[in-house]
């Protein structure tokens, strides 16, 4: 399984941004997708994740009623609506996804599959 983030950029606060994750390989295999985030001199942290099949999105409650994780499997591709972005927002952005059934949906511990980051930058 190989993972390809995209849609990172440079954006006011308060503006929007959507991330894209396109995977690519054996995706059936696949049982959840996440995002975390990794600012610089700080250790990466859980966003948000979602069953690979559907149901609903797990946040981190910093991100809670700004950011949206939805997945369309037909185009084998996950995304993050990142909405009234804060500067604080501002990290490298993985998308990431795990082949194990686990409770645990924001320990990074249980992804086994990475992308490269996408950077995003929230101006104040």
């Known amino acids: 399984v190989q993972l390809q983030a995209s849609g990172g950029g440079l954006v006011q606060a308060g503006g929007s941004l959507r991330l894209s994750c396109a995977v690519s390989g054996r995706s059936f295999r696949i049982f959840r997708m996440g995002w975390f985030r990794q600012a610089p001199g700080k250790e990466r942290e859980f966003v948000a994740a979602?069953?690979?099949?559907?149901?609903?999105?797990y946040y981190a409650d910093s991100v809670k009623g700004r950011f949206t994780i939805s997945r369309d499997n037909e185009k084998n591709t996950g995304y993050l609506q990142m909405n009234s972005l804060k500067a604080e927002d501002t990290a490298v952005y993985y998308c990431?996804?795990?082949?194990?059934?686990?409770?645990?949906?924001?320990?990074?511990?249980?992804?086994?599959?990475w992308g490269q980051g996408t950077q995003v930058t929230v101006s104040s």
């Open positions: 990431a996804a795990s082949d194990q059934i686990s409770p645990n949906y924001s320990g990074s511990s249980v992804y086994d599959y």
């Open positions: 979602i069953a690979w099949s559907g149901g609903r999105g």
